[in-house]
């Protein structure tokens, strides 16, 4: 009797072990989710069962959107999150851009009828770093700016590398990065992830309009998208600024007065 009472009890016992430990989602439960976080404006990349950067990527967007514990983890109380949470919302709306929200650390490109891509971001850790004996502060700034230098593939500097990087201010850029973390730790570059940097890039043209803000500092760039011109002409002012020099005409452009950004630091 004492033996079938100690079996039952070790059976019960092992059961609510079972249960309390959590559980890998199956491929079909994970094609829901990236179903639903794509539904939702997350980028996840393709929907196909299997939780990979892009998946996790979605998730922790998601997660930080929505201020939970970011885990990157798919458990069922983020189930239950992702089918009960509204889609992200973008500050302006009406004309297409792109938002980073540094409160969030997520960025948002915006198409003009308000439907939105959400990707992590890892920024400006704010912290003062040294480079080549100048000291600096590792910081984002806010503001409108605009997209107006790129460059293709990684390139390399003191202080990282970058992947597809899209200027917006000085040495500032959107790059795709190796590392981006959850939390703000770039010396002011806008970190995203690998698998959407290429792809990310060839969608933010020259003269896109990029908004960063936080919860205390947002301009409009409402004047920009209404007039063309001011856009143009916001553009042009920074073409002409001294941080540009004349480009070297090559034999496959055969370009002549292209100009671009003097070497700079770039903080990845």
């Not at 997520?106 to 198409?111: E, G, N, S």
């Not at 480079?131 to 990684?154: C, H, M, N």
């Not at 190796?178 to 002011?188: E, F, T, W």
């Not at 908004?211 to 920074?238: C, G, H, M, Q, T």
Request: hydrophobic fraction near 40%.
């Amino acid at each position: 009797m004492k033996v079938v009472v100690a079996a039952c009890l070790l059976t019960v016992l092992t059961a609510a072990n079972v249960l309390a430990q959590p559980q890998r989602p199956n491929k079909s439960q994970i094609k829901e989710a990236e179903q639903q976080l794509s539904d939702l404006g997350y980028w996840t990349g393709p929907i196909d069962g299997l939780f990979d950067a892009g998946t996790k990527s979605a998730l922790i967007a998601f997660q930080k959107w929505n201020a939970r514990e970011v885990t990157g983890q798919l458990t069922v109380e983020e189930f239950a999150a992702i089918r009960n949470s509204a889609a992200p919302r973008a500050r302006e709306l009406g004309y297409q851009h792109v938002e980073v929200d540094l409160d969030r650390q997520v960025l948002m490109l915006v198409r003009e009828e308000g439907d939105v891509k959400v990707l992590p971001v890892s920024t400006g850790n704010n912290q003062t770093f040294v480079d080549e004996g100048q000291e600096s502060i590792a910081y984002t700034p806010r503001g409108r700016f605009l997209v107006y230098y790129k460059e293709a593939g990684w390139k390399s500097g003191s202080l990282g590398s970058t992947y597809y990087a899209n200027f917006i201010s000085g040495g500032v850029a959107i790059h795709g990065s190796r590392n981006v973390p959850n939390a703000p730790a770039s010396h002011g570059c806008i970190r995203i992830p690998m698998f959407a940097a290429r792809e990310v890039s060839r969608l933010l043209k020259l003269g896109t309009i990029v908004l960063v803000y936080d919860r205390i500092s947002f301009v409009s760039a409402r004047d920009w998208a209404k007039n063309p011109k001011l856009k143009e002409a916001a553009l042009a002012n920074i073409a002409a600024d001294d941080d540009y020099v004349l480009d070297t005409p090559t034999a496959k452009s055969k370009s002549l007065n292209v100009r671009k950004p003097r070497p700079k630091l770039v903080r990845s």
